[in-house]
Structure formats: C-alpha cells, structure tokens
C-alpha cells in the first residue's frame, strides 16, 4: 500500500445488493452468469478515508477484503439507518476486542439504535428484549444537518439529504445525512443516499468547493418519478452535476463519481462506463480507489 492519502470504495451497491450473499451455490452462478467481470458484483456501500475513517459499513467482510484492519479504524460516519448502510450488531462485532472503541456519528436514529444495540439481547423464545448485563464498548456522537465536527485529521459537514421523505403526507421519517470531509487541504462529498438536493443543503455546500464528490445514480437508465424516489437515476445526477457546476463547487479537476449502483436494474459496468465517462462522470466500483 502506498502512503498517499487515499479513499477507497468497499463497496458501490443499493439497497438490493442485501440480496448478494448467495446462500447456496446454484444462486451464485445464476449471479455470475447475470453480470460476469468483477465491476458489477456490487456490495454494500462503504467508503474508507485513509487512514481511519469510514462512511457508513455493514460488515467487517468488506474491510477484510481490502485488506484494512478494524484496529486502523478509529470513525464510522454514518449516512442513514437502512441496512445496506448501518447495521449496529455488526459494527460492535467488528470493533468487540480492540483496544479503543470506534466512534460512531450519525443522526438520531443513529445513536438511539447503536446504544440499544449495545445494551439489549432479543430472546427469540421469550419473544422480548432483555438487557445485556455489561453494556457493549461503543462510542456514539449524535450529529445533525448544518453542523461541523472534528473527525481525526479531518473536518465533516453534516447536511440533510432528500430520503426518507414522503412527500404528499410531508413527513421526513429519518434526517438522513451527507458528508462534506475536508482533510489536507482537499475536500470531498458524499451525497448518498439522495434524491434531487435540498435547498438548504445547497446553501451549506455553497461554502466548499470540492476536489471528489460522490453522487448518487441507483436507477440508471431507469424512468423514475423524482417525487417518490429518495435516488436518482442517470438523467437526475446530469441535472444535480449541472446544479453543482453551476454554483461553481467544482474544482478544476474535480473527479465526479456515480455510485450505489442498483445491481438489479443497471446495466453492467463495461456497458455502462465509457457513456458516464463521456459526460465525465466515474462509475465507481468496488474496490476503486482514488487519491484524496
Ligand atoms: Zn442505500
Ligand atoms: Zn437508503
């Protein structure tokens, strides 16, 4: 590994990538069969920001297959309580063990469901929850849209994302975030999951101008009806980068990546990566890693 700081992507999927753990053999194939080459077989989405930070994880398979130790890891960011991005046993399995507890920072929901985990045990024969007699090793830091926090060597912007949201009844069932990460002079956005940006997350993003920013293209060239969706396919995410370009938060080379790609609905990659890549977007692919 060289010593640059860097991000990696663990993983690229949406939410049906959950369908991915193949439970027998002849799934597998079928799998493999569907979407042959490596780049469409798309996991849970996770990003690792050298040298400590990761945003949002489901499992400690994902940082094994990249070869990054639960010890390296110091901060889980996490976007939103759906279980392609947070899965709270799952966290305290990875980090049981390890001489510092990873700190968790999320919203609301977050927090209130990592320390329910770290103090409950459901008992399936009873059918009811009981504590846990010695509460597991966690710590939590509840944060909220518009705020700026310290995160290692790094500075996070949390901002409000369109998902979530029922639109007709107006009734945001969770304050699901995004990231903006600044860190040695370099800044980056992460803005799954998300539908179209809100107003006032582009007022707050009006402040940085960034050198990556990840973007979210589950559907592809699927029709969507931008109302219902929390996502965006294709035609959406060329609007939110023109929106982007023009409040001007682009550096020059700023490298613009599509990602949580719908393993189901998308086209694989090879069929799909020189159209984005002409419109100068990067699909994005487990295991892709750019400098940061
Ligand atoms: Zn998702
Ligand atoms: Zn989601």
């Given amino acids: 590994m060289n010593d640059r700081p860097f991000i990696q992507f663990l993983g690229t999927g949406a939410g049906d990538c959950l369908e991915l753990s193949p439970p027998n053999a002849a799934d597998a194939k079928k799998i493999a069969d569907k979407y042959p080459g490596g780049r469409s077989f798309r996991h849970a989405p996770s990003l690792f920001i050298s040298p400590d930070i990761i945003v949002d994880l489901i499992g400690r398979a994902q940082m094994q297959a990249y070869g990054i130790p639960e010890e390296a890891v110091r901060h889980l960011l996490i976007t939103h309580a759906h279980d392609d991005h947070f899965q709270p046993l799952a966290i305290l399995d990875a980090t049981s063990g390890l001489p510092h507890p990873w700190t968790v920072y999320g919203n609301t929901t977050v927090a209130h469901a990592m320390d329910f985990a770290s103090t409950h045990r459901w008992d399936p024969s009873e059918g009811r929850f ?56 370099k800044t980056l956005f992460y803005g799954l999951d998300s539908s179209y940006m809100l107003p006032e997350s582009m007022e707050v993003l ?55 790609i719908s393993y189901y609905e998308v086209e694989p990659y090879e069929e799909i990566v020189e159209e984005l890549a002409g419109k100068g977007i990067v699909l994005a692919y487990d295991g892709m890693r750019l400098e940061f």
Avoid at 229 to 251: C, P, V, W, Y
């Fill in 130 to 185: 009981e504590w846990i007699e010695k509460p597991r090793e966690i710590s939590v830091q509840t944060v909220g849209p518009g705020q700026t926090f310290t995160v290692g060597a790094s500075t996070v912007t949390a901002l409000s994302a369109k998902h979530m949201i029922d639109v007709e009844r107006m009734i945001q069932q969770e304050q699901v975030l995004n990231y903006v990460i600044e860190r040695g002079g």
């Fill in 206 to 260: 009006s402040a940085f101008q960034f050198d990556i920013a990840v973007f979210d293209a589950t559907f592809g060239h699927l029709e969507i009806d931008p109302g219902k969706s929390g996502h965006q396919n294709f035609r959406m995410l060329d609007t939110t980068i023109a929106e982007f370009r023009e409040a001007n938060l682009f550096k020059q080379d700023a490298v613009i990546v599509a990602d949580h």
